[in-house]
């Protein structure tokens, strides 16, 4: 398997348009009842692979990932309660704080490991 940082750039836009709209599908739709005890959990996972699947494909952008993310999770958030408004039936819940917290988490877990194998990286090197 290629390494992702290696695919073509119509190949790394093809992975980044294709989780994107399932990513955002994901957070605008309801979980069933069985996920809603891990909801945090799961931001935070979700965040931390996605940190992770875009920092292989953009090793020298980890920071923009991060704040890219970061404003990512906050803009579902904002779109989760807007469509509750615009919508007769509720299709999630509501704009969630907590969750922004947990998305921040994932990320920041990530750049903490990232920062960890970078330095070590480099004094092995």
């Not at 979980?31 to 935070?44: N, Q, S, V, Y």
Request: hydrophobic letters at 55%; one cysteine or more; aromatic letters at 16%.
């Amino acid at each position: 398997m290629k390494k992702l940082a290696s695919l073509t750039n119509r190949e790394k836009q093809l992975v980044l348009v294709t989780l994107g709209v399932i990513s955002t599908l994901g957070f605008m739709l309801k979980l069933p009842r069985i996920f809603h005890g891990i909801d945090k959990e799961m931001h935070t996972l979700f965040y931390f692979f996605a940190a992770f699947v875009l920092t292989a494909l953009y090793p020298k952008k980890h920071v923009f990932i991060a704040l890219f993310l970061a404003f990512f999770g906050v803009c579902i958030e904002v779109a989760q309660h807007l469509s509750n408004r615009l919508f007769v039936k509720r299709i999630h819940g509501r704009f969630d704080i907590e969750d922004v917290i947990a998305n921040c988490k994932g990320i920041l877990f990530f750049s903490l490991i990232y920062l960890c194998w970078r330095l070590f990286k480099k004094t092995t090197a």
